[in-house]
């Protein structure tokens, strides 16, 4: 099992460009979630899902979008990039019971860097 | 909102037990304790849950008291490779009752040779 895969693992965007990334998870996992961490910060939860074709603000979800069409993947989309988003993305996933619902398991990370 | 305080770092000799202490005054009756370790350029990793008293596993302990205000992670016998950030997480409910699980700033274990 591969777990959660990110793609891409590494990115350069000019300011204004647009770009998605994804996130794809093979554990039947209802839950998905999208973090950013900046250097030396704790992550910050951007957008969750709780199952195929909803999803919810996290914490920081303003120039972000997100599309959870199918259940095994999750994508953020950035529409106008900004330097102030250079960061490392991670996703995760969980199965989303009440004992469960913290357990998640991480992605390898995408970091976006923005000119 | 269930919010955790841990200290923002600790040092600590090989060989040494270590215990790292988070304070979750308004943990809800349903929430669980969890715990992740995030080395640098990683994505975290599970180390540990548990709801009351304690727990074990071939990685940690975690000693819950009874009024479950508090929580702490025992790493016995730390080694170098446990140098890492690690974060103490209690169920958030988000929108509709549904768990957004959000993560506080960690510690920074340093062990030092």
């Known amino acids: 099992n591969a777990g959660v895969t990110q793609t891409p693992k590494f990115r350069v965007l000019k300011t204004g460009q647009s770009m998605t990334l994804l996130c794809a998870q093979d554990?039947?996992?209802?839950?998905m979630y999208w973090y950013r961490q900046d250097p030396g910060m704790g992550l910050r939860l951007i957008h969750y899902s709780v199952g195929e074709g909803t999803t919810a603000k996290g914490e920081v979800p303003d120039g972000y979008n997100v599309s959870r069409l199918k259940k095994q993947n999750f994508l953020l989309g950035l529409e106008s990039a900004a330097p102030s988003q250079t960061s490392v993305y991670f996703c995760?996933?969980?199965?989303?019971?009440?004992?469960?619902?913290?357990?998640?398991?991480f992605g390898a990370g995408s970091r976006l860097t923005v000119l | 909102l269930a919010k955790t305080t841990q200290p923002i770092s600790m040092d600590s000799y090989e060989g040494q037990e270590v215990n790292i202490t988070c304070s979750h005054n308004n943990i809800a009756t349903n929430d669980y304790i969890t715990w992740y370790q995030q080395f640098p350029s990683q994505g975290p990793r599970f180390i540990i849950q548990?709801?009351?008293t304690k727990v074990t596993n071939e990685v940690a302990s975690l000693f819950i008291p009874a009024d479950r205000k508090s929580s702490t992670l025992s790493l016995p016998r730390v080694s170098l490779s446990d140098t890492a950030v690690y974060y103490c997480?209690?169920?958030?409910?988000?929108?509709?009752?549904?768990?957004?699980?959000?993560f506080g700033t960690g510690t920074k274990l340093q062990v030092i040779p």
């Open positions: 997480l209690v169920g958030d409910r988000g929108s509709g009752g549904y768990q957004k699980v959000t």
């Open positions: 554990m039947n996992h209802e839950y």
């Open positions: 548990g709801y009351k």
């Open positions: 995760a996933s969980s199965f989303g019971w009440d004992s469960g619902a913290n357990v998640l398991t």
